[in-house]
């Protein structure tokens, strides 16, 4: 019971860097492991990042460790997605995902709540 809202998407260029957000309304983004995904035109939707509710432990994806990173403001009721070093390949767009369910990771099928997305283009 909880409803999730990206923003941040944009245009822009190779090397660059962008900010996500996503604010979570009707019960704090505390009580949530928070998971960013994204589906780029034709492919499937992937994991990207998730963090756990308790203690802020983040896992990446192997295709965005070290360039990406994923932090939340709980007083905010808000994570982000901090991502440099942007390539072409990160063109998609980009779900933010929470689940109450502890043990969820980097499966989709874990999250019960979605955003609407927001659309990132990278180009070369």
């Known amino acids: 019971q909880v409803q999730l809202v990206e923003s941040g998407g944009g245009l822009v260029q190779t090397g660059d860097s962008l900010r996500l957000s996503c604010a979570a309304s009707?019960?704090?983004?505390?009580?949530?492991?928070m998971a960013w995904f994204r589906q780029a035109p034709g492919k499937e939707r992937e994991f990207v990042a998730r963090?756990?509710?308790?203690?802020?432990?983040?896992y990446y994806a192997d295709s965005v460790k070290g360039r990406f990173t994923m932090s939340r403001d709980n007083a905010k009721s808000t994570v982000y997605l901090q991502m440099n070093s942007l390539k072409p390949e990160d063109t998609a767009v980009y779900y933010c995902?929470?689940?109450?369910?502890?043990?969820?990771?980097?499966?989709?099928?874990?999250?019960?709540?979605w955003g609407q997305g927001t659309q990132v283009t990278v180009s070369s």
């Open positions: 009707g019960r704090t983004s505390s009580n949530y492991n």
């Open positions: 995902a929470a689940t109450t369910y502890s043990g969820a990771n980097r499966n989709e099928a874990d999250y019960a709540y």
């Open positions: 963090i756990t509710r308790f203690t802020g432990t983040t």
